[in-house]
């Protein structure tokens, strides 16, 4: 086993998001318990961080509500990105790293929101999909497909305004890595925003590591740098455990050299983590592999 890499008794704090009224697949409620049950704290110990466990924010049971998915949902939430921004905010504002667990991507509201509070933030939005949807371009409803879109200004007013009112990123504080799957109508409007896509046809023209540096360069400029992490981002046969599988995905050795370039450029103040669906997983095998890539995101080196 590698020795852990030093470093400066950072406080990574947990929080658990169990989120799971953003799709229609059931099961991504219990990916903070997969990532936990898999020796997150233990790992981060080990790296030589202090680890706080703050659990689970407050989530809607899904089965309390009315049969109304996709758009039926937007308050719940809402309400749990209001929490999770909350959760966010305080930890950046006590000197911790915010480490949130998802559930689905629809979190991200909530975290993105909550460490650019006080600070610019930079994102690198690491998924399959663009999460650029609004409920004009959608053809799901589905609200784990517009985070990015409403953290940029675009879409539902409640889901915009979500923690404070209005956008709370620029497209120049954002890049997409990895994309392999967008809709027509979020295609649109990602090139008339601007935002900055590396598609997987990029990545494998010209080489995971030179467009990596690449992205982390645009976010150079940024007060901090956030990662959100979406497991779909990584070949199902790699990750079978999410909900919205796509084919052509990036390799068990490209998903960890990323996090090991993402380590070296340092600057890392936030995280989120999302879609670990352990229903449709093999052997946790999906969060098995998130920790990997969070050991290395967080340190952990081969020398």
Known sequence: MPAPAPVDQTTIRIVGAPLDLGQLRRGVDLGPTAL?????????????????????IETVE????????????????????????????????????????GGDHSIAVGTVGGVSHEHRTGVLWIDAHGDFNTPDTSPTGNLHGMPLAALCGHGAPA??????????LRPEDVVLFGVRDLDPGEQALIHRTGVTVYTMRQIDERGLAPLAHEALERLGHMDRLH???????????????????????LSYREGHLLMELIAEHGGLGSVDVVEVNPILDTRNQ??????????????????
């Open 227 to 249: 990662v959100s992490l979406d497991m779909d981002s990584i070949d199902p046969r790699e990750a079978p455990g999410v909900g919205t599988q796509a084919p052509g995905g």
């Open 286 to 303: 999906t969060a098995k592999l998130a920790l990997g890539l969070l050991s290395s995101l967080f340190g952990r080196s081969i020398l």
């Open 36 to 56: 936990r049950y898999a020796g997150l704290k233990s790992e981060l110990t080990r790296l030589g961080y202090r680890v706080e466990d703050r659990g689970n």
């Open 159 to 168: 889901l915009v305004d979500a923690g404070r009112p209005g956008a709370k």
């Open 62 to 101: 899904r089965d309390s509500l009315p049969e109304e998915p996709g758009l039926g949902f937007l308050r719940p939430v809402v309400d749990a990105c209001e929490r999770i921004y909350e959760a966010s905010r305080q930890a950046v504002a006590e000197d911790a790293l915010p480490l949130v667990l």
